[in-house]
C-alpha cells in the first residue's frame, strides 16, 4: 500500500516525477545528456536564487556536504561550524574527516548559537577558512534564520560562508547571492519533491578558487573541480544516477510552474497549520522560540506517557501515515513531521487527522476534531494568497 510519506524526507513524490524515471536511458556523453544537465542546472540556479554554478552529484546530501568541504579543505585549516543537534555536528564531522581544525560553537538542542558567541570563535584563530552553518536544523525542527546577520560577520572575518540548505531548499527563503553564500547544498528528496539519490551543490567563483589552491584533494569522486571542468562540456566526470536526473529535472519543472515564491508561502502556511493543529491538541513544539520554528520539520515533544514507537505503529497500521521520531537525545521525547514539496491542505488534513486520533487513543487527553478545525482556519489563508 502506498503510505503517506510525511518523514523530514525522503517526501511523497509525484507519479509525474515518478514517471520521468522510466525515460530510455541515453548515452551520458551525448549532446541529449548534455540538454539535460544544463536544464537542471538552470532550473537549479533558479531555486537557489544564484548565478554561481551549481554542480549535480548522484550522492544523497551527505555526498555534497562531504564534496564541498573535502574539495575546499586541506590540512590544519581553520573552520567554525555551529553545533546545535545531529546534522549540524554531523557537518563537523565532515570537516574533521578532510583534516580541518574545527571551532565549534554550541547550543542547546532547540536554539542555535549566538552572535556574539559566533563572532567569538571567528576571532579565536588567526584565520578562519570558512563559517559552515546548518539552515534548518532537521533534528530539532530549528531554522537560523540570522544568514544575514552571519553574512555580516564571515565578510569581516575575510572567511567563506557555507550553507548546509538540505532540509529547506525550495521550502523557504535562500536568496543565495543576497546572502553572500559561496556554498550552498542542497538535496533531491526533500522541498524539490524528486526521489533521494541527488545533492545540488551551489559554488561561488571565491569558493572555486580556493578550491583550486587546494594540492592535495582527498577526494577523486566529489572533488568538485573535476566537476566543473566536466559542465564545460555538458558532463560529468563520472556516470550519473540517469533516472534520477530525468526525476530531478521533471520536479524542478513543477517547482518552476508553480513559482517559487507561491511554493514558499505554501509551505510557510502548511507549517503554521501543523503548529496549530498540534497547539490545539495541546502539545508543545519542542523549538520554544516561535521565530526559529521551522517551515519544513515541525518537531512536537511528546506528552508525558506516550510511548514513541507504539504511537508511530498505530499512525502507519491504522492511517498509513509515516513520521520520524526523535534523533539521539531527543529518541523517545518527540516526533517530526515533513511539511516539504508536496505538502498541500489535504496532506496536512488527513496527517493532523491520523496524529490527533492516535495520539488519543495512546493515552493523550485532546480532542483530534479542535485540531483539524485549527488546520483548516489556518489553511484558508492558503486560498487567500
Ligand atoms: N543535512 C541536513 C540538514 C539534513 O536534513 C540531512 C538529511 O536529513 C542531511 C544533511 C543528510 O542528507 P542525506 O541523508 O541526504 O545524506
Known amino acids: 500500500m502506498k503510505k503517506l510519506v510525511m518523514i523530514p524526507g525522503p517526501t511523497n513524490v509525484s507519479d509525474r516525477v515518478m514517471w520521468a524515471m522510466l525515460s530510455p536511458i ?27 554554478e551549481v554542480v549535480v552529484l548522484s550522492a544523497s546530501g551527505t555526498g555534497g556536504v562531504d564534496a564541498s568541504l573535502g574539495s575546499l579543505l586541506q590540512d590544519g585549516d581553520n573552520l567554525v561550524v555551529p553545533s546545535f543537534g545531529e546534522f549540524s555536528s554531523r557537518l563537523g564531522d565532515s570537516a574533521r574527516y578532510s583534516g580541518a581544525n574545527v571551532i565549534v560553537p554550541e547550543a542547546k538542542l532547540g536554539t542555535v548559537p549566538s552572535l556574539d558567541e559566533i563572532e567569538k570563535a571567528l576571532k579565536s584563530v588567526p584565520k578562519v577558512k570558512a563559517l559552515c552553518v546548518v539552515y ?60 533521494p539519490g541527488i545533492a545540488m551543490v551551489s559554488v561561488s567563483d571565491e569558493a572555486k578558487k580556493a578550491m583550486d589552491e587546494v594540492k592535495t584533494p582527498r577526494t577523486q569522486y566529489f572533488h568538485l573541480p573535476k566537476y566543473f571542468k566536466y559542465a564545460e562540456i555538458g558532463e ?41 493543529a498540534f497547539e490545539a491538541l495541546d502539545l508543545k513544539p519542542f523549538v520554544e522560540n516561535k521565530e526559529m520554528r521551522s517551515n519544513t520539520v515541525i518537531g512536537i515533544l511528546y506528552p508525558q506517557g506516550i510511548d514513541d514507537k507504539k504511537f508511530r505503529t498505530l499512525l502507519d ?28 491542505e489535504k496532506l496536512v488534513s488527513n496527517t493532523v487527522s491520523g496524529i490527533g486520533e492516535s495520539i488519543k487513543v495512546s493515552g493523550h487527553n485532546c480532542q483530534p476534531s479542535m485540531a483539524l478545525e485549527a488546520a483548516w482556519k489556518t489553511l484558508s489563508m492558503l486560498h487567500s494568497g
Open 136 to 195: 534548518n536544523e532537521t533534528s530539532t525542527g530549528v531554522t537560523w534564520r540570522k544568514l544575514r546577520e552571519l553574512k555580516e560577520l564571515v565578510e569581516k572575518y575575510g572567511a567563506l560562508y557555507v550553507v548546509d540548505a538540505i532540509s529547506v531548499l525550495g521550502g523557504d527563503s535562500l536568496p543565495v547571492d543576497d546572502l553572500g553564500v559561496d556554498i550552498c547544498i542542497g538535496a533531491s528528496q526533500k522541498c524539490i519533491a524528486a526521489p
Open 236 to 276: 560529468t566526470p563520472y556516470t550519473p544516477a540517469l533516472s534520477l536526473f530525468f526525476a530531478l529535472n521533471e520536479a524542478l519543472k513543477m517547482v518552476e510552474e508553480e513559482g517559487l515564491e507561491k511554493r514558499i508561502r505554501r509551505h510557510s502556511h502548511c507549517a503554521k497549520a501543523f503548529y496549530d
Open 317 to 344: 497500521d491504522k492511517f498509513g501515515i509515516l513520521i520520524a521520531g526523535g534523533f539521539g537525545a531527543l529518541k523517545g521525547k518527540m516526533f517530526r513531521v515533513g511539511s516539504m514539496g508536496e505538502i498541500n
Open 26 to 52: 541515453i548515452n551520458h556523453r551525448s549532446h541529449d545528456f548534455g540538454e539535460l544537465y544544463s536544464a537542471i542546472e538552470k532550473r537549479c540556479k533558479n531555486v537557489f536564487l544564484t548565478k554561481n
